[in-house]
């Protein structure tokens, strides 16, 4: 059934691919740009982003059934060989036009300052600014705090230009879309069709060939009709969230988890394909890019984590954009926080995020 579900998606994307796109009309030292994407990888590990395929969990049978295929498609003997295969856009695209931070080889920190490190106080943590004692699960409640999402789609130029698609159905819950109003597709949630054929194929492929539903919808579909709006609503601000490389991973297959790490970046290759042809959007829009948690860093504990794990507070965060200087990977000794990008994104569009609770400053890019 899955690999009839795969055929149905693939199909889905090439006849979104073949449409015609539409177009819009032409205290820290980052330059601010016009549109902003924000793109989150759920769980997905600092040691993939910057080594490739893990040589003990790749060639483990109990997490890599075909270690052979995985192998020819993913594997090379040093690490840079490694993370090109796996991320190709990552390693030659944003490593030569954009930033990467977190790679812990060169003492290059980034991290979680909740003390949870599972995804709704990451996701609160990154879009708040804070964190929050009292978010201590993945329950779907409403967040209490104000998220930068809300706060931009508030302000000016930005009013019901900010809009979010995520794969985890738990986003409402997080961005507290009753109070936020800010537009959001979640999980296997169909979109209004408004006479968009496009997303009318979408709507059928989520109700009638979805049977084996978790709560994180196949990302493919989360992309498609996060592309599928950008194109027909031209918005300032997206959040994309991502899901699938954690819950391959909380299944303990590190296979899926490489496969699914590898689609991801090609959608955001896409993506930014498509920024950089489409007027207003070229030259105009910057990607920040990360994950709301880390791993265990051992492969007993890779499949979970969590505040007893060692390595799940470790995460990464990567950039590019117009305004963004082309300084690669980060090689110095330095200390980031997941709470930081709150206001990083304010800043990327020019702003300063303002809340009744303390928002922590922004990052100090090269």
């Not at 599928?228 to 819950?247: A, C, F, K, M, N």
């Not at 991801?264 to 042809?277: G, P, S, Y």
Request: net charge neutral; with cysteine.
């Amino acid at each position: 059934m899955k690999n009839f579900v795969t055929c149905v998606i693939i199909f889905l994307s090439l006849q979104l691919n073949d449409r015609p796109l539409t177009s819009t009309t032409p205290g820290n030292n980052i330059i601010p740009a016009g549109n902003l994407f924000i793109i989150t990888l759920d769980g997905f590990r600092w040691q993939e982003i910057f080594t490739g395929a893990d040589p003990v969990l790749i060639n483990n049978e109990k997490y890599t059934p075909d270690t052979a295929t995985m192998k020819m498609l993913y594997w090379s003997p040093d690490a840079e060989g490694r993370r090109k295969k796996l991320l190709p856009f990552f390693w030659n695209v944003i490593a030569a036009k954009g930033q990467l931070y977190g790679n812990r080889f060169y003492d290059n920190k980034v991290n979680n300052s909740n003390i949870y490190s599972i995804s709704y106080p990451g996701y609160n943590e990154i879009f708040t600014g804070n964190t929050d004692i009292s978010i201590s699960s993945n329950h779907k409640y409403s967040n209490p705090n104000i998220n930068i999402l809300e706060w931009l789609n508030q302000q000016g130029s930005f009013k019901g230009k900010v809009a979010a698609f995520t794969s985890w159905d738990v986003f409402p819950y997080i961005f507290n879309e009753k109070r936020s109003q800010v537009v959001l597709n979640s999980g296997y949630e169909d979109r209004e069709e408004n006479g968009d054929p496009g997303q009318s194929l979408i709507n059928k492929v989520q109700d009638d060939f979805i049977h084996d539903r978790t709560a994180t919808r196949h990302d493919l579909l989360t992309f498609l009709t996060a592309k599928e709006y950008i194109q027909l609503h031209q918005p300032r601000v997206i959040s994309l969230g991502l899901g699938e490389t954690d819950e391959a991973a909380h299944n303990a297959r590190y296979d899926i988890y490489l496969e699914k790490a590898a689609e991801a970046d090609k959608m955001i290759a896409e993506l930014w394909h498509w920024v950089q042809t489409t007027p207003g959007y070229k030259d105009n829009t910057t990607f920040i890019i990360t994950t709301d948690h880390g791993r265990g860093k051992y492969a007993a504990s890779w499949p979970d984590h969590g505040m007893f794990i060692r390595g799940s507070s470790q995460t990464w965060l990567a950039l590019i954009g117009p305004t963004i200087k082309p300084a690669g990977e980060m090689k110095e000794d330095q200390q980031l926080y997941q709470k930081q990008l709150a206001q990083t994104i304010a800043s990327l569009l020019g702003k300063e995020f303002k809340s009744s609770r303390p928002i922590a400053t922004a990052v100090s890019l090269k």
